[in-house]
């Protein structure tokens, strides 16, 4: 099977895992690329250092197509983007910013961009600015969200009627069934990225990883909307959180927020003085498995639910 | 095309039109039936004597099944329940509310009922209750909504996991593809509402068909979690609401609220001052057509999904 997407990425597969803070480093990105997804570097928590020696072991581990996930408001934005020049990364991944920014300077480095968005207007901005492809991620989605809340299934369409570009899904897709139904709804291809925190290679702290497989639906929440919208998993800082909130405290909520709060928790398993992103879909989420093993499943379970689909008689 | 949706309320597609307040009598209700869905009258917003009403034209002008929503919250809920019986009405579909109240009732009269959850522990009380289905309603769906904001995409695959009668998608559908796509999450019938207030058959006040049309992606919110949760369209209103609930003000909101609103802005058309109920996919509607129309091109897109998605090769 190929389309837009896997030609674009020149992988077998059009899944993506996506580049995810504290939770993807060379181990997971490199594991999803040697078996046959697009593997990303979250370089979001990654100091310039850190990020080299995660793009070193990466060069070192796989000969596929790997990609960088790069917010573009990070403040040391120009160093990661000489060690992406550096490293011969040839998949950019950019979020959490304007892509008119750095999209041409990537594009005159031959390097394939792709942006992520959550509403139709920042979808047409980026097709605008030049990039390849575009990431629609719902309301579900853990991590940064964006402000209109519209869900995975309301934004495909909509996002899809208003680009030529590839399209890929995020936000909720945990299953083949859920590939599946995002390809039904216009996309080429999906990102993943809760489902790849319960890896064995994710670099998630195994308290972290544990309480993924434990979270039930009903279990996350977007959180600190006026401060900067987060679906967390609900633990004491969340509560605590939601407390600030409901009084409408915005101050309180950034000093309690302060610094180093996400890579307490999802990083050093910190379960109740972290900070925890993730999305919806860790209610469906039971098993800490290989990378390669979740990509088989969601193979097999996308070509059951096609063949289950097609055997159903037309309306 | 058959299956236990279809079969369980004796129609020829599994597409349901939702019970809305001020939007669904009669007219609306008995074309969808007429067309070949399940056309749903709305009695939480009639007084006993108005539904009745409602339920003698619906009979005189079908003679196919329809059934009725009820909020079990409803104060005059045993009035309701006496004309359900009076006039043979076949199904019931049940909200808000606890199922256990009233099932069993229903079930002795040889009631089809349906009880609409946003959770899958509510799912599996309806069950435990007796109903014949369940609703799933994900956080993108206009009107009443759950607290835990699970989307669809992210509640059908969890629901369908712990219940065995038939599971309806609802929330965030508004073309085949969507329904589709519900199908490939383990539903077996969609429900669809805000698709159906703007078509000529629904009650809904014409500058409130024309608003929906007009609506884009990212015009609706939640709103109101405090007092009780329901997606509204952003107009003056919301405003109000939206600048009390920043600062946890809950009697303010409540106040603000007072009586009347939804039926001021929905049925008497004041897009001001008027509470105005209606899905995120509203973003995606873009004309008023007869529900029949409606209900053929929903047909059209699933089958044209289908052929689509089934030339598409294996992963």
């Known amino acids: 099977m190929q389309n837009r997407i896997t030609e674009l990425f020149n992988i077998k597969y059009p899944i993506i895992q ?178 790849f925190v319960a890896s064995e290679e994710s670099s998630a702290h195994i308290n972290f990883k544990n309480a993924v497989v434990d979270a039930k639906e009903g279990d996350t929440m977007l959180s600190m909307k006026q401060v900067i919208a987060v679906r967390l998993l609900k633990n004491k800082f969340y509560d605590e959180i939601k407390a600030l909130e409901e009084t409408g405290d915005v101050d309180g909520m950034v000093r309690h927020l302060g610094r180093g709060r996400a890579k307490k928790g999802m990083f050093e398993g910190d379960m109740d003085e972290g900070e925890l992103e993730i999305g919806q879909i860790s209610g469906a989420i039971n098993e800490i498995k290989p990378a390669a093993e979740i990509l088989e499943q969601l193979i097999r379970e996308f070509n059951l639910t096609k063949q289950c689909l097609g055997k159903m008689e037309d309306f």
């Open 18 to 195: 996506a580049g995810m803070v504290w939770c993807s480093g060379w181990e997971l990105a490199s594991a999803v690329s040697n078996a046959g997804g697009l593997g990303i570097i979250g370089a979001g928590s990654m100091y310039p250092n850190i990020l080299e020696e995660h793009l070193q072991k990466c060069n070192a581990a796989t000969e596929k197509p790997y990609a960088v996930n790069l917010p573009l408001l990070y403040p040391d934005i120009e160093a990661h983007l000489e060690l992406i020049e550096k490293y011969n990364v040839p998949i950019v991944f950019t979020s959490a910013g304007n892509p008119k920014k750095w999209t041409s300077w990537l594009k005159e480095r031959n390097k394939t961009v792709v942006h992520v968005v959550s509403s139709a207007r920042f979808a047409m901005k980026a097709q605008d600015a030049g990039v390849d492809a575009v990431v629609a991620e719902g309301f579900e989605a853990g991590g940064h969200n964006g402000r209109d809340e519209t869900t995975t299934l309301c934004l495909l369409p909509i996002v899809k009627s208003v680009i030529d570009i590839p399209l890929i899904a995020a936000g909720g897709i945990g299953s083949g069934a859920a590939i599946y139904a995002c390809f039904a709804l216009g996309a080429e291809g999906v990102q993943i990225g809760s489902r």
